[in-house]
């Protein structure tokens, strides 16, 4: 069954930019898996904050970006701030009405 | 505002079933596909199931397939989840959430915590 993968931890600096990414532990992804991404910070129910590639849910701030890099869908913070630290997950639509989460990604700042 | 309340969670003993529900508020229900979300504790999430706005399509994880049931009333604007023959493994927060567009997930509720065990 094919799994999808995200960097387990990341760490990046205040007014730093950091790329998590969304891989298939088979096959590439694309625009046709529809990526989303989803931000919970400790405690909190999940927020979303991407969906389809690219596009920003409403309220979610511009540092916030969404795209493919090379296989994988790719979430990039500019100018990350301290309240952005949390746990995010991609969601990948896998055909046939299917969705699958990713392992998601512990994110710190400091 | 958007807003889906669950409710039902508890505690069960393994084999046991159990039943939750998800009331929405401030969209048009019907014209949702609605979905199942769930949280082991200490874990990431996983998504469950889904349901078409009409009720007529549904897809369940494999995880949960042949054991857990999603059904909707669109009159009372209610989302259900049936859940026989549970496992120590379901435990976990179950999280209801309108679906969003281009097969993502919308709007989430605060969850609710189902517990398996003897």
């Known amino acids: 069954q094919t799994v999808v993968t995200q960097e387990p931890s990341f760490s990046v600096s205040p007014g730093g930019t950091v790329t998590l990414t969304c891989g298939l532990s088979s096959g590439s992804v694309s625009t046709t898996h529809y990526p989303s991404w989803y931000q919970q910070a400790p405690g909190q129910s999940p927020r979303t904050l991407i969906y389809n590639t690219n596009t920003r849910s409403s309220g979610v701030p511009d540092r916030f970006s969404g795209s493919i890099l090379g296989n994988k869908a790719a979430l990039t913070i500019t100018g990350a701030q301290a309240e952005d630290e949390s746990d995010y997950y991609c969601l990948l639509y896998m055909g046939s009405d299917i969705l699958v989460f990713g392992r998601g990604t512990k994110l710190t700042v400091l | 505002e958007v807003q889906v309340v669950e409710s039902g969670g508890g505690l069960v003993h393994p084999g046991g079933s159990l039943r939750l529900s998800c009331t929405a508020s401030g969209f048009t229900f019907n014209t949702y596909w609605m979905h199942w979300v769930r949280q082991a504790p200490g874990k990431g999430l996983v998504w469950v199931s889904h349901?078409?706005?009409?009720?007529?399509?549904?897809t369940y994880a494999d995880s949960v397939k042949g054991r857990f049931t999603v059904s909707r009333d669109n009159v009372k604007n209610t989302l259900y989840l049936q859940m026989n023959s549970l496992r120590v493994e379901d435990t976990a927060v179950y999280f209801c959430?309108?679906?969003?567009?281009?097969?993502?997930?919308?709007?989430w509720g605060q969850g609710t915590l189902v517990t398996v065990s003897s």
């Open positions: 349901i078409d706005g009409d009720g007529s399509g549904t």
């Open positions: 959430a309108s679906g969003g567009r281009a097969y993502s997930v919308g709007s």
